[in-house]
């Protein structure tokens, strides 16, 4: 699903400027359009090794439970971070392929 978004996030982000008509400076805008996608990146990549993604992904094992002993709020900014990260790799792989292709 992340790869999906990834591959449709530039007609994503013009339907969100359209329906959140935010202006911003443009030294606030490059700024965010930059930092944003390396933070999560990072923090996605982090969140990866600590959920073990890689194992579930190609079922290396099947046993996994719900911890209730760790926030709920945590486990889900850890898998939204893990989308925003592939959502990040997948736009910019396109956007290299777009420009190579030019």
């Known amino acids: ?11 994503l982000k013009a339907i969100i400027r359209r329906v959140l008509p935010i ?9 965010v359009q930059w930092l944003l996608p390396i933070l999560i990146v990072f923090y996605g990549v ?10 579930k992904l190609f079922m290396i094992y099947s046993f996994d439970f719900w911890d209730f002993d ?19 790799i997948t736009h910019n792989i396109l ?8």
Request: zero cysteines; hydrophobic letters at 45%; a positive charge.
């Open 46 to 55: 982090k969140a990866s090794f600590d959920r073990d993604v890689l194992s």
């Open 1 to 11: 699903m992340a790869i999906h978004l990834g591959m449709h996030w530039a007609r």
């Open 95 to 102: 956007k290299v392929f777009q420009t190579e292709k030019r």
């Open 23 to 31: 202006s911003f400076n443009q030294k606030i805008q490059s700024v």
């Open 70 to 88: 760790k926030s709920t709020v945590g486990f889900f900014i850890n898998y939204v971070a893990i989308m925003g990260f592939y959502i990040v």
